[in-house]
T-cell receptor, first 111, second 114 residues
């Protein structure tokens, strides 16, 4: 089993819809969870950073962590065409200092 | 702009040449990570460095690849005798306290080996 699993997509949704992106993981020691957005030909940009379980909201973005299920989510409300990008989850806090990334989900917001 | 700076943005090398990729971390950050990204394969960890120390190089190929982060100056990822399979985007990221704070990425160096 891979440490972090993320559906590669592509995921296509109409403009204005709520988008749900998810990752599962196997290492119960992970405590820090991140979501990055990556546009083509650019570096990943940090969107959300959470510690342990719970929700965190920032504008149209909400990150959720369910440590009991080893499942994290990123919700995007009122999606815009400019949200079209690849979204990567990442996590750390295991035995070593590694930060492990999912493979990313490609998201297309249709105007 | 106080972000992570990588140069060059694009690098073309012929097989057998050396590639040197540079990374200046964000101001105040002393932890540097290098990742390689191939299309459809996500970010692959290569090496984690602090000033003058390699902390974890478990993701680095055993031969031809090396990295350093000197006391003064940028971090360098060096690839000797490049082969076509080295063609990829190489990203550098920095953080304040390693894995316990978020990573901030540069825009990468795209290496093409001809």
């Amino acid at each position: 089993q891979k440490e972090v699993e993320q559906d590669p997509g592509p995921l296509s949704v109409p403009e204005g819809a709520i988008v749900s992106l998810n990752c599962t993981y196997s290492n119960s020691a992970f405590q820090y969870f991140m979501w990055y957005r990556q546009y083509s030909r650019k570096g990943p940009e940090l969107l959300m950073y959470t510690y342990s379980s719970g929700n965190k909201e920032d504008g149209r973005f909400t990150a959720q962590v369910d440590k009991s299920s080893k499942y994290i989510s990123l919700f995007i409300r009122d999606s815009q065409p400019s949200d079209s990008a690849t979204y990567l989850c990442a996590m750390s806090g295991g035995r070593d200092d590694k930060i492990i990334f999912g493979k990313g989900t490609r998201l297309h917001i249709l105007p | 702009n106080a972000g992570v700076m990588q140069n060059p943005r694009h690098l073309v090398r012929r097989r057998g040449q050396e590639a040197r990729l540079r990374c200046s971390p964000m101001k105040g950050h002393s932890h540097v990570y290098w990742y390689r990204q191939l299309p459809e394969e996500g970010l692959k960890f290569m090496v984690y460095l602090q000033k003058e120390n390699i902390i974890d190089e478990s993701g680095m190929p055993k031969e031809r690849f090396s990295a350093e982060f000197p006391k003064e100056g940028p971090s360098i990822l060096r690839i000797q005798q490049v082969v076509r399979g080295d063609s990829a985007a190489y990203f550098c990221a920095s953080s304040q306290t390693g894995a316990y704070s978020p990573l901030h990425f540069g825009n990468g160096t795209r290496l093409t080996v001809t």
